[in-house]
């Protein structure tokens, strides 16, 4: 699978959990801490090219796959590529 970039926040239950996922199935991944580098919704929209109201925002590669309830449906529905 390829990067997965993770738009989120420290203390979002459901960022974490997508770091956990990443980091259970082995998955690479970047997270981008929106507090700690200073960003807002609207700088994650700029970067994905759509309204945010919720974090987490996910990314593989370059297609945007939603928040955590998407990207869990993605990597289950992708688990082929995982056994890799």
Not at 22 to 28: H, K, S, T, V
Request: proline share 4%; charged share 25%.
């Amino acid at each position: 699978m390829e990067q997965v970039t993770i738009y989120g926040r420290s203390s979002c239950g459901f960022c974490v959990r997508a770091k956990d996922l990443c980091e259970a199935r082995n998955i690479p991944y970047v997270w981008v801490d929106m507090i700690e580098k200073g960003m807002s919704k609207q700088d994650i929209a700029d970067s994905i090219g759509r309204p945010v109201y919720t974090v987490p925002q996910i990314q593989v590669g370059n297609r945007y796959v939603g928040g955590f309830d998407q990207f869990y449906a993605y990597v289950r529905d992708h688990e082929a590529e995982l056994v890799r």
